[in-house]
């Protein structure tokens, strides 16, 4: 594999920590630095004000823009308007003056800089000696959180300490709505309502285009200090107040900002309400003090239930948490109406836009940790359902066809060889769909959201397919997940995952009618569903096209295996990303893949085939694979240790669970993998643990790297709490009510009574 860590930050199990700054990673510690809690998320950027190359990010989940639309898009089914998670207000917004020096870390002289993370409680620290020309040194630190249990709330604090002088500072501090989105020359924003008083601040902001509306509301005190004066800001799109304050040598003053923040998407209701729910809220709020208390018992209880223990690498056990860390800021459920962004809320890349990956590759974290999370992610999907239908037309089909990428659910790519080729977006909701009902047994969903959601599927795929001379069912000019092949025929992954969302189809609505004929009736009267197009999608299933000989070998696509060959491992490093180093269509011009295809569909629907097929396969396409996505490495580990190949297994988790912490692809600074994150936990569950869930009943192989001495975790699985624990000699699992799965080809019952079970030599990395 080409790609090389750039490890820039320390290592430590519960930290993530940068000792000096470097402003040459000024940026990627951003966004390693970024707090979130699904409702709203900030970079890692400096309180201060700073003039060095910075994206100084704060979002709100599912307040969106829209962008131009494209007068030069001429030709029917492509998007001539997208959206975009719109940056919104920096509500830590600060300036610090002495004497009219600023403090400002791009020009000024520190000492003693540190940046830490703690995985425990979410809090970030900075602190750091700054000097003034003169001489002078104050002690700062900096530290904030945002709320895990009450979503509106984040929190600020600032501690100054003059080291060797007397005199008096300028602290100011805003709600700054005049924020820029990338290199937008202007803001997204408009001033409703605000209002500026000497110890609160307040503004409610409202998009331009989709009318969406944020309210932030700003508390300040002070502690060890009484400011001298304090003069309101006038500024546009900006509250805030100037604080003179009395310095004292040794002596540290403690600044504290509570933030409320308050997000509306629905235009129709009222300004004044929105308004008096922000002024409400703020009163309720919690202070500094018991929010902190609340912050570190949610992340004490959090681990007690979700951690991963690794012994013997404290790489990797990093690694893994900091993923962990960040699905639980990312997502856990707090409001059905939003959903997982490749970036989450910690960059503008993509467009904070929501992709296929969300079903296929972030939802097992939740269905093994949290189902009533899970849950709303597939809900997402149904309220998006007529989004999906009226793109199906769009696209000349029929039923729903889900967006490659989007927020409120209507296609955001103007890419056509994205939005019009790929199709997994809508196999992936299937799947997800399929999944989730498989572990919950949540039939009740499964008989109303789930089938509706799956008849829309399966006819929008019939109607994009067609019938070849010789009666195959097949999907032409199509991009598969291996997006450097484009406009291709016949690709295995999207044929695969459609022949299943036509069986599951099938299975779902003959059951119902068979057990339900109620339901059922509602259903035909709301889609219109018959026993004919039934039958139709049967026919399909029956006749679909696979590029799969007898030995279990698999092409890609049609002609797959005529492409010239390039050798990835010869590719420089200094070229990546590719895509802003190659020409677009030299991406094409080979056999290079970007993330895994085959082994996508082959990971998805594990017990569908044969060990030699996969061995094969991963044998065949891996050497050709450039993991210029973030899924790819975890998918390749997983597959790698089921086939016993355990050194690549542990390549790969290494470069999966670190990809942004060690900047692999060398763009951590446009925020986090999100898919990376949560294919680093699939990667420990999965892979070493060797979990299967798309069999009739759970399927796990544990094993054990060499350069580990013992991992364990924990999955919830239909009521029951598994904890998996492996050493170097014994596996102990145990449950908190009877189990039934397959330990090593065996079916077995867990109890809460350990169960130990000599680890297989087999299963054992020498």
């Known amino acids: 594999m080409a790609k090389i860590a750039d490890r820039y930050f320390t290592v430590d199990p519960w930290t993530v920590s940068e000792a000096g700054f470097d402003p040459k990673h000024g940026r990627v510690a951003e966004s390693i630095f970024s707090l979130a809690n699904e409702y709203s998320g900030a970079r890692g950027f400096f309180d201060e004000d700073y003039t060095g190359d910075s994206l100084i990010g704060s979002y709100f989940n599912g307040v969106y823009e829209y962008g131009a639309e494209d007068p030069s898009i001429q030709y029917a089914g492509i998007q001539k308007r997208g959206h975009f998670m719109v940056n919104a207000d920096n509500w830590l917004a600060m300036s610090l003056e002495i004497d009219g020096e600023r403090l400002d870390l791009h020009q000024a002289t520190v000492s003693d800089f540190t940046r830490q993370l703690d995985l425990r409680n979410g809090v970030l620290t900075r602190s750091f000696v700054w000097e003034l020309a003169d001489g002078r040194q104050v002690k700062l630190t900096f530290t904030r959180f945002i709320s895990m249990v009450d979503a509106s709330s984040a929190y600020q604090q600032v501690t100054l300490t003059p080291l060797n002088f007397s005199g008096s500072a300028t602290l100011t501090s805003r709600v700054d709505f005049d924020t820029r989105h990338g290199a937008d020359p202007d803001p997204h924003w408009e001033d409703v309502r605000d209002f500026n008083e000497l110890t609160a601040f307040g503004i409610l902001g409202k998009t331009r285009t989709s009318r969406k509306r944020v309210f932030t509301l700003a ?35 403690t600044f504290t900002k509570q933030v409320t923040n308050i997000v509306e998407k629905d235009e129709a209701v009222a300004n004044d309400a929105i308004w008096q729910r922000g002024l409400t809220t703020s009163a309720d709020q919690a202070d500094y003090a018991a929010a902190l208390k609340t912050q ?14 690794i012994d013997g690498d404290v790489a990797d056990q990093q690694g893994i948490r900091y993923c962990i860390f960040q699905m639980a800021q990312t997502y856990h459920g707090q409001d059905p109406t939003n959903n997982i962004g490749a970036k989450g809320l910690t960059g503008e890349a993509y467009g904070g836009l929501a992709f296929w990956d969300t079903e296929t590759m972030c939802l097992p974290f939740y269905l093994f940790n949290d189902l009533k999370a899970a849950k709303n992610l597939v809900e997402f999907r149904y309220s998006t359902l007529d989004a999906a239908k009226r793109r199906a037309k769009m696209v000349d089909c029929e039923g729903a066809s889900y967006p490659i990428s989007t927020i409120n659910g209507d296609e955001s790519t103007s890419l056509w060889q994205h939005a019009n080729t790929q199709l997994q977006p809508s196999t992936a909701v299937a799947y997800a769909i399929w999944h989730y009902a498989h572990l919950s047994d949540d039939t009740a969903f499964l008989n109303t959201h789930g089938i509706e959601m799956l008849v829309e599927i399966s006819r929008f795929l019939y109607s994009r397919g067609a019938w070849n001379r010789k009666h195959e069912f097949s999907f032409y000019g199509v991009m598969g997940p291996d997006e450097f092949q484009v406009m291709t025929n016949h690709n ?20 119902l009618a068979k057990t339900d004929p109620a339901t059922y009736a509602d259903l035909v009267a709301k889609t219109g569903v018959s026993d004919e197009e039934l039958a139709n999608f049967q026919d399909a299933s029956d006749h679909m096209v696979f590029l799969g000989d007898t030995n ?19 590719i420089p490093v200094t070229d990546f990303p590719l895509y802003d180093h190659w020409s677009y269509d ?15 569909f082959q990971f998805l629907y594990n017990q569908d085939f044969t060990a030699r097929s996969k061995r094969l396969n991963y044998d065949y396409y891996t050497p050709r694979t450039i993991h210029e996505s973030s899924l790819s490495p975890s998918i390749h580990s997983i597959l790698a240790q089921e086939l016993h190949k355990f050194d690549d297994a542990i390549n790969f988790f290494g470069f999966a669970t670190r990809m942004d912490l060690d900047n692999f692809n060398r763009n951590t600074r446009d925020g986090l993998h999100t898919t990376s994150i949560a294919a680093a936990w699939l990667n420990i569950v999965y892979g070493f643990g060797g979990l299967r869930s798309d069999g009739p009943e759970l399927i796990l192989n544990p094993g054990l790297p060499a350069s580990w001495q013992g991992y364990q975790f924990r999955i919830n699985y239909r009521g029951a709490n598994i904890q998996v624990k492996v050493t170097a000699e014994t596996v102990t699992l145990t449950a908190t009510k009877p189990t ?8 077995t019952t867990l109890q809460e009574t350990p169960l130990n079970v000599a680890l297989p030599a087999a299963w054992r990395a020498k």
């Open 219 to 253: 508390k300040v005190s002070f502690t060890g200090v009484t400011p001298t004066t304090s003069t309101p800001l006038d500024q546009t799109r900006v509250v805030g107040t100037a604080y003179e304050l009395p310095l004292t040598a040794n002596e540290p003053l």
């Open 296 to 309: 570190t018992g949610y992340w004490d209880d959090f681990w007690a239930k979700n951690d991963i223990q």
């Open 492 to 511: 295995a992954y999207t044929n695969y995952m459609a022949l299943k969302t036509f069986e599951f189809t099938i299975e779902t609505a003959q059951h």
């Open 552 to 570: 279990g070998m698999i092409e890609q696509q049609q002609g797959f295996y005529d492409l010239p060959h390039i050798d990835v491992d010869k």
């Open 586 to 600: 030299r991406l094409f011009r080979n056999d290079m893949i970007k993330q895994p295809d085959v082994l996508m």
């Open 740 to 747: 039934t799965l397959t330990l090593y080809g065996k079916e």
